[in-house]
C-alpha cells in the first residue's frame, strides 16, 4: 500500500470519492436483475482500488460494500471472514443479493449489516444447500425493498427452499421499514406450486401496515389475478406496478380489468423494460421501402429494392436487400447490375437473395460501384453479387460474413479475389473447408467459422433409431491445438456455449476452456464473454 506522502494520497477524499464511485459502484439495474447471468471468473478485481494508498482505502471501503452480491458460498465466505476480522464493514452494506443459501455465512453477514435497505433473495436453491444461516439472520435486519425471484414456470420444491419461504412469509408483516416488495410472479398462469406461492405472499404482504409499493410481471394473455384483490385494498398500499419481463407477455385482459375497477386504475401502473423498446436503425419487421435510420435502408422484396435504386441519390451507407423465392415453379428473370450504381456511398451492404437461379445480366464494362465498401454480408443461394464482386476491385472492403447456404463455388472464387484485403471473415466450414484461409487472407485478425449446412450432413434428415449419443470429439482437438501455429491467437468464440448460472451448474464448456488457458487462448460464447472453473471473488 502506498505511502500517505505520496501524491496519489494528496487528492482531497471527497474528490477521491467522486472518481472512485462509478468504478465501484453496481447499477441498481444490475443488482435487481433476473435473467440468467453466466456465472464466471470476474475480471479486474475493484477490491485493488484498495491497495493503492491508505486514503484510498478508506475512501474504497464503503464504496465497495456499498452493495454486495454473493453468487456462490466461496464469496459468502470470504465476506464472513472479513466482517468477524472488521465487523464495522458491515454498517456499509446497504444493498444485499443473495443467489443462494451459502450455509452458516449468512448469519454473521446478516448480523453485521443492519443497515440493510434493499434485499434480493431467490427460491432457486439446490437441495444440497443449507439456509439455517439465512432464516435465522433475516430477522435481525429491516429492510425497505425486498425483491424475491423464483423460476415461476419450473420451481424448484425443496425442504430448504419451504425453510426459507416459511421464514420470508412469518418476516414479511414484521418488516415495519418494507416500503417496496418485488414479487417473483407475473399475472398469468402458473406452475401449481407457484400460484400457491404467489398466494401465499399476497396474504403475507396483506398483513403488512408499511407495503406502499407492489411490483409484479405481467403474464400472457390472463386478466387481473385473483390473489392481487386481497391486497389492492390495503391502506398503505399506493402503487401496484405491472412490468414486462416476458417478451410475449400480452396485457389487454389485464388492462380491461383494471380500467373497469376504479379502485385498481387509480393504483395500477404499466411498464416494459427498455431492451423492448425499438431502437433506431434496426431493421423492420416486415418489409417495407423506407429509411430505417439516417442513411440505411432496407428492401423486403425486388420491386422495393427497384424502386429504392431509382430514388437513391448517393447517400445510403448501409443497404440491406432480402429477395426471397416467389414462385420455383415460374422462371426468374435476371436483374440488372446497374440498379447497384446509384450507391456509391455505400460502406455495408448485405444480399439475401434465396433463389439459386436469381442471376445479374451481363455486366456493362468499366463499371465498378462500391468505392467505398468495407463489410459486405452474403446470405442466400444466387450466386449474383458474389459473381458480380468477384470481378470488381472494392478497395475498401475489409470485412466479408458468408452465410451458411452462400453458394460454395461462388464463394471461393470470391475470396480467392479478395481474401488478401480482409480483416475479418465469416464462412461455413465446408467453404472452409475447400481454401487454404489463412494464406489466401495473411491479414486476419477475426475468423468465424460456421457450422456445416445440412448439405453437409444428409443423414440426418430421417429418424435412426440409433444411436443414442452423439458427441463431438472437440475437446481432443483442443488438446492437440498447438499455440505456435497461431502465435497471436488469445480468444476462440463459440455462438453455441451456454455458461453454467450458479455454483451448482456444471457443463463441458467449462472444461474445454481450461483446456485452452494454459495454451494462452480464452473461450468465449457469442457475447464474448469467457468462462473458468474458477469461482473467486
Not at 441 to 452: A, C, H, K
Not at 511 to 522: A, C, F, M, N, T
Request: proline share 8%.
Amino acid at each position: 500500500m502506498a505511502d500517505q506522502a505520496t501524491p496519489v494520497a494528496n487528492v482531497p477524499e471527497e474528490i477521491l470519492s467522486e472518481i472512485l464511485t462509478p468504478l465501484l459502484k453496481h447499477p441498481d439495474a444490475v443488482f435487481s436483475d433476473r435473467s440468467q447471468k453466466a456465472l464466471l471468473e470476474p475480471g479486474y478485481s475493484s477490491a485493488t482500488y484498495l491497495l493503492v494508498c491508505k486514503a484510498w482505502f478508506r475512501v474504497a471501503t464503503p464504496l465497495l460494500y456499498n452493495v454486495v452480491i454473493l453468487r456462490t458460498s466461496a464469496q459468502a465466505e470470504a465476506i464472513q471472514t472479513v466482517l468477524k476480522a472488521h465487523p464495522e464493514i458491515g454498517n456499509f452494506i446497504k444493498k444485499l443479493r443473495v443467489e443462494g443459501g451459502f450455509g452458516d455465512a449468512m448469519h454473521t453477514i446478516l448480523k453485521s449489516a443492519l443497515n440493510i435497505t434493499d434485499l434480493f433473495l431467490t427460491l432457486s436453491i439446490w437441495g444440497s444447500g443449507n439456509v439455517r444461516g439465512l432464516c435465522s439472520g433475516l430477522p435481525l435486519i429491516n429492510p425497505r425493498r425486498v425483491i424475491i425471484d423464483d423460476d415461476e414456470r419450473r420451481p424448484k420444491n425443496n425442504k430448504l427452499i419451504t425453510q426459507l419461504f416459511a421464514t420470508l412469509i412469518e418476516l414479511i408483516p414484521k418488516w415495519d421499514r418494507l416500503q417496496t416488495f418485488d414479487s417473483p410472479y407475473t399475472s398469468g398462469e402458473h406452475h401449481p406450486t407457484s400460484t400457491a406461492r404467489a398466494e401465499a405472499l399476497a396474504s403475507a404482504l396483506r398483513e403488512s401496515r408499511t407495503i406502499q409499493r407492489l411490483i409484479v410481471g405481467i403474464g400472457v394473455g390472463d386478466g387481473f389475478p385473483d390473489y392481487l384483490y386481497q391486497v389492492v385494498n390495503m391502506p398503505s398500499l399506493k402503487h401496484l406496478h405491472f412490468e414486462q419481463r416476458q417478451s410475449l407477455a400480452l396485457d389487454t385482459r389485464l388492462r380491461t380489468a383494471v380500467e373497469a375497477d376504479p379502485r385498481l386504475k387509480a393504483i395500477v401502473t404499466f411498464s416494459t423494460p427498455a431492451s423492448d423498446k425499438s431502437s433506431s436503425g434496426s431493421f423492420l419487421s416486415s418489409p417495407s421501402l423506407a429509411p430505417v435510420q439516417s442513411k440505411k435502408y432496407f428492401a423486403g422484396n425486388f420491386k422495393e429494392f427497384k424502386r429504392l435504386s431509382e430514388t437513391e441519390e448517393g447517400t445510403a451507407e448501409k443497404l440491406e436487400v432480402f429477395l426471397p423465392v416467389i414462385n420455383r415453379k415460374k422462371p426468374v428473370n435476371p436483374v440488372n447490375p446497374m440498379l447497384l450504381a446509384p450507391f456509391t456511398s455505400l460502406t455495408h451492404f448485405t444480399w439475401r437473395a434465396l433463389d439459386p437461379r436469381l442471376l445479374f445480366t451481363p455486366i456493362p464494362a468499366g463499371f465498378s460501384p462500391f468505392p467505398n465498401l468495407e463489410i459486405l454480408s452474403i446470405g442466400g443461394a444466387s450466386p449474383t453479387v458474389l459473381d458480380f464482386g468477384s470481378q470488381l476491385p472494392l478497395t475498401s472492403l475489409r470485412k466479408v460474413h458468408l452465410r451458411e447456404i452462400a453458394d460454395i463455388p461462388a464463394s471461393i472464387a470470391f475470396l480467392q479475389s479478395h481474401g488478401a484485403k480482409l480483416v475479418e471473415l465469416t464462412a461455413p466450414l465446408d467453404i472452409l473447408a475447400k481454401i487454404d484461409v489463412f494464406n489466401l487472407s495473411p491479414n486476419l485478425n477475426l475468423l468465424v467459422i460456421v457450422p456445416p449446412s445440412d448439405q453437409v450432413c444428409p443423414w440426418i434428415d430421417n429418424p435412426r433409431s440409433t444411436p443414442r449419443k452423439l458427441e463431438p470429439a472437440i475437446q481432443r482437438a483442443f488438446e492437440r491445438f498447438e499455440p505456435q501455429s497461431f502465435p497471436l491467437l488469445k480468444e476462440m468464440k463459440m455462438g453455441c456455449i451456454q455458461w453454467p448460472t450458479s455454483q451448482h451448474g456444471k457443463n463441458k464448456w467449462i472444461i474445454l476452456s481450461e483446456v485452452l488457458r494454459p495454451k494462452g487462448i480464452k473461450l468465449t460464447d457469442v457475447h464474448g464473454i469467457g468462462g473458468t472453473g474458477k469461482r473467486n471473488l
